[in-house]
């Protein structure tokens, strides 16, 4: 049996009415904020350090058409990784964030899969291959 049933549903809901109308103070989001506050703050510097990363991110030069097809095709056969820089920008005028990974491969479009990206060949702007780092036994 619920303390309501003792004293009837009316007057349970008028008790309960009168607590939080007279008697409960709601604290607002001060009750919340250790629980969010610092996953909220580590996406929002994670969000700033991506933005300053693609901020300082230095324009390479153009490469030829040829010389980006020859470093894609090396990286391919060799297993190796590239990082790519585009030709495109972002809303604010920034260039793209550059990709990195292993080619895949290629497909019939003239578009090259790098990583899990697939990119147009014509988007890219420069190709630098990835030096194999030692490995350590």
Do not use: C
């Not at 629980?35 to 300082?56: E, F, I, V």
């Not at 010389?67 to 095709?73: C, G, N, P, T």
């Not at 290629?106 to 030096?131: K, M, Q």
């Amino acid at each position: 049996m619920t303390y309501a049933d003792e004293i009837g549903q009316e007057a349970f809901q008028k008790l309960v009415a009168d607590f939080f109308a007279h008697h409960y103070h709601d604290r607002g989001m001060v009750k919340w904020q250790g629980y969010y506050l610092s996953d909220h703050t580590a996406a929002l510097n994670q969000q700033a350090a991506a933005k300053t990363q693609l901020q300082n991110q230095p324009l390479l030069s153009q490469q030829s058409t040829e010389l980006i097809r020859q470093q894609l095709a090396t990286a391919y056969r060799t297993g190796q990784s590239v990082n790519v820089q585009l030709q495109t920008s972002t809303i604010d005028g920034q260039l793209a964030a550059p990709l990195g990974g292993k080619v895949q491969g290629y497909t019939e479009d003239d578009e090259v899969v790098i990583g899990e990206a697939t990119v147009p060949i014509a988007a890219i702007r420069h190709v630098t291959l990835v030096p194999f780092s030692p490995s350590y036994s």
